[in-house]
């Protein structure tokens, strides 16, 4: 990874990842080193919503760096960020492709994937959803520093494929983020997730006695992190649902409903995937 910033995120801790990033600000001794920092304080508070202090952060950067073509890459993402996040995916687009272009040109890929990633996000259809997602995917083969993002990449395309019902380029995509993801086993989350979607995917091409495995080992290692994931809870019904293992499906449904009723906003308004969780729950 050839982001030096990167290790000082968590993006589950907001507040911790803003003291080591104000802690850093501190030890930098130039101004394109200090102005960097400052772009990632500024994607703090728009993770937070607050749009118009990210902006003020991030014309500080653009002032530092005002010589340093490198640093302007990272102040067009972190602006781009903002206006995404603030409901303005047309005045983002322009940045993010500024910010892959500058990228490329100061060999930052990391950077220039991440932007790809980003432009994919807002892009004009799905057609260049699909053409950004690639160029951000050639990068992270390219180069070992941006590999990173192969995974995320592969998984934003596995679910534009899935929802377009093309169920074997999904799961073609959808099985190389996990082999992305196994690469880096110390982050079982998100291995957990690539599973997910592997065996969500084979359960809709009728293969659940391939897909019922994926989600064991998932719901496992999130087991072994003391994390209770509803979402796989659900999944693993399904599959057993579809197996004909009633009792288990009925099992992993009971486990599942209260675990999405907290956590998914989505799911107490989804009448139809409440009502057939419920009927799988019942037996």
Not at 23 to 41: F, G, K, M, Y
Not at 137 to 162: C, F, Q, T, V
């Amino acid at each position: 990874m050839d982001d030096r910033l990167r290790t000082l995120w968590d993006f589950d801790d907001l507040d911790a990842s803003e003291a080591r990033l104000r802690e850093r600000l501190n030890h930098e001794t130039s101004d394109p080193d200090r102005a960097e920092v400052l772009t990632q304080l500024a994607r703090v508070e728009g993770l937070r919503g607050s749009f118009e202090e990210g902006d003020t952060l991030l014309d500080e950067a653009a002032r530092l760096a005002s010589e340093a073509p490198s640093v302007k890459a990272r102040v067009d993402l972190e602006r781009g960020r903002l206006r995404r996040s603030g409901g303005s995916p047309d005045t983002a687009r322009p940045l993010f492709e500024s910010a892959y272009a500058r990228g490329l040109d100061t060999e930052q890929y990391f950077l220039a994937a991440d932007a790809a990633h980003m432009a994919a996000l807002v892009a004009d259809g799905r057609d260049g959803f699909v053409a950004w997602t690639n160029r951000g995917l050639e990068i992270a083969d390219a180069h070992d520093g941006a590999s990173y993002w192969a995974a995320s990449l592969l998984n934003n395309l596995g679910w534009e494929y899935y929802d377009a019902g093309e169920l074997d380029s999904a799961l073609d995509a959808f099985e190389r983020a996990l082999a992305a993801r196994e690469r880096d086993p110390e982050n079982p989350r998100t291995i957990e997730v690539a599973l997910y979607s592997v065996g969500k995917t084979l359960r809709a091409l009728g293969r659940s006695t391939e897909a019922a495995p994926l989600l064991e080992r998932a719901l496992a290692s999130a087991r072994a992190r003391d994390h209770e994931d509803g979402w796989l809870h659900e999944e693993l019904a399904e599959e057993y649902a579809a197996l004909g293992r009633d009792a288990e499906a009925s099992t992993q449904a009971r486990l599942a409903l209260p675990l999405l009723e907290r956590d998914d906003p989505s799911f107490a308004a989804d009448a139809d995937r409440s009502a057939r969780l419920t009927a799988i729950a019942s037996g």
